[in-house]
């Protein structure tokens, strides 16, 4: 059997679910999103496929977005950063954004994450 199921989430729809995030007792600094896939009912957790799209552009400053923590049949979350060192002096980074990132500038860029969640059988 396969079960396959897709949605997205954005700050401008899911707000509380975008959340800007500081480490504890370091200084990585980022946005954490935490994504709810209980609707689509796997009985497992499935193999989550995660993109971040939008017009804004500079999405492939980012990292962290292959690293999912959590991960459940009823969601994952992820953590973000730019590629810039976070204690670089350059405060909008390579970027010209905010640096740490946060979550108005994934507002302005108009970001969006799309997820694929694929829940197979063992062969």
């Known amino acids: 059997m ?3 199921s897709q949605g997205t989430t954005s700050p401008q729809t899911n707000q ?12 990585i600094a980022g946005m954490r999103i935490n994504v709810d896939t209980s609707n689509c009912g796997f009985s ?3 193999h989550y496929l995660v993109t971040i799209e939008g017009p804004g552009g500079w999405q492939w400053h980012l990292n962290g ?7 459940t049949q009823n969601g994952f979350t992820v953590y973000l950063r730019w590629t810039d060192d976070p204690n ?3 405060p909008g980074g390579s970027t ?7 979550v108005q500038t994934a507002i ?5 994450l799309k997820w694929t969640g694929i829940q197979t059988e063992n062969c």
């Open 96 to 102: 010209n954004e905010s640096n740490p990132l946060r």
């Open 16 to 27: 509380n679910d975008w959340i800007d995030y500081l480490g504890a007792n370091d200084p």
């Open 65 to 71: 977005l292959n690293c999912l923590y959590n991960v």
């Open 108 to 112: 302005n860029k108009n970001w969006t």
């Open 44 to 46: 497992t957790p499935p």
């Open 2 to 4: 396969l079960h396959i």
């Open 88 to 90: 670089s002096n350059i």
